[in-house]
């Protein structure tokens, strides 16, 4: 069974720009999860989707946007991107009808 | 909104010794906690989830225990070996949503 994916592995880019990044979920998973861990501190959760759908959002601004597909896999996009924005960011996904979140390696994204 | 301090946020310990991390939050309406393991740069491995309802939960060496009401939660390794050295992370889970909330960190080094 593959796990959570996520794409790219790391990702530079230089302030203003606008960034896209991707998650697979695991099989038999339907809730997506997006997280944001600056350097030494834990995740902090961006929003989740399911049914295609946000439901729920932490406290980050509109240009963090999301998308959840048919296949339950999601994208995250970053408009505008600031030197704060530079850190890693995990996706998650749970599977029908559980709680417990799998975690995917994340992405490093640096901001420049 | 939930606060979640792991202490202590460092330690070192002999390979053989056994390890004691603490996790406490400030709102004990949660639905489920969940330990993670992260390794430098790495994304989140589940070690355990424990339900509300539950008071421990085990997994071959790591033990979790849950005080709803006190609002603690406390992982130990038995045995510890120089492999078990990563972060660990407590995440919490309330009610109606996946959305964990974090801590830190205990950032765990075994000695061989």
């Known amino acids: 069974e593959t796990g959570v994916t996520q794409s790219p592995t790391h990702l530079i880019k230089t302030r203003g720009q606008q960034v896209t990044l991707r998650c697979s979920s695991q099989?038999?998973?339907?809730?997506v999860s997006w997280y944001q861990q600056a350097l030494g501190q834990g995740p902090q959760f961006i929003f989740q989707?399911?049914?295609?759908?946000?439901?729920g959002r932490g406290n980050f601004p509109p240009r963090f946007s999301g998308l959840q597909f048919p296949n339950y896999s999601s994208e995250l996009n970053v408009n505008a991107l600031e030197l704060d924005d530079s850190a890693l960011y995990l996706c998650a996904s749970t599977p029908f009808g559980g709680s417990e979140q799998f975690f995917g390696p994340g992405t490093r994204l640096t901001v420049l | 909104k939930q606060e979640v301090t792991q202490i202590p946020a460092a330690l070192s310990v002999p390979e053989g010794e056994n390890l004691v991390l603490n996790c406490s939050f400030t709102d004990s309406a949660i639905y489920n906690l969940q330990w993670f393991r992260q390794d430098p740069g790495k994304g989140l491995t589940s070690l355990l989830l424990?339900?509300?309802?539950?008071r421990e939960q085990t997994s071959g060496r790591l033990n979790a225990s849950l005080d709803k009401s006190s609002g603690r939660s406390t992982l130990y390794i038995a045995a510890s070996q120089p492999g078990d050295s990563a972060t660990y992370l407590c995440?919490?889970?309330?009610?109606?949503?996946?959305?964990?909330?974090f801590g830190k960190g205990n950032q765990v080094v075994v000695i061989p």
């Open positions: 989707y399911y049914r295609e759908e946000e439901n």
């Open positions: 099989s038999g998973h339907n809730t």
């Open positions: 424990i339900q509300s309802s539950q």
């Open positions: 995440a919490v889970g309330p009610y109606g949503n996946n959305r964990l909330a």
